[in-house]
Nanobody, 112 residues
Framework: QVQLVESGGGLVQPGESLRLSCAASGRIFSSSVMAWYRQAPGKQRELVATITGGGGTNYGDSVKGRFTISRDNTKNTVYLQMNSLKPEDTAVYYC??????WGQGTQVTVSS
């Protein structure tokens, strides 16, 4: 089993930044893919970014150039640095491990 705990969400104004963290515990493999998803009210959950064990990354079109995913395998933690936030980034952000395990989510609200 794997447990994931997200943190770092909050309320910010457009143009500001936030950094989300996801700490993993349990049967962790540093080679596993980790990812961030988000779900806005009334919308389907969408993939935001992924990172492989070797550090390869991939981003959704809506966040390319603004968000950066990274991981620290020594701390079993994945991060999502979000810059130039927009109101349409408002959503609950979820961490995913190995395409199988989910965190409880953290709310990000971008509003003036």
């Amino acid at each position: 089993q794997v447990q994931l705990v997200e943190s770092g969400g909050g309320l910010v104004q457009p143009g500001e930044s936030l950094r989300l963290s996801c700490a993993a515990s349990g049967r962790i493999f540093s080679s596993s893919v980790m990812a961030w998803y988000r779900q806005a009210p009334g919308k389907q959950r969408e993939l935001v970014a992924t990172i492989t064990g070797g550090g390869g990354t991939n981003y959704g079109d809506s966040v390319k150039g603004r968000f950066t995913i990274s991981r620290d395998n020594t701390k079993n933690t994945v991060y999502l640095q979000m810059n130039s936030l927009k109101p349409e980034d408002t959503a609950v952000y979820y961490c995913n491990f190995g395409w199988a395990y989910w965190g409880q989510g953290t709310q990000v609200t971008v509003s003036s």
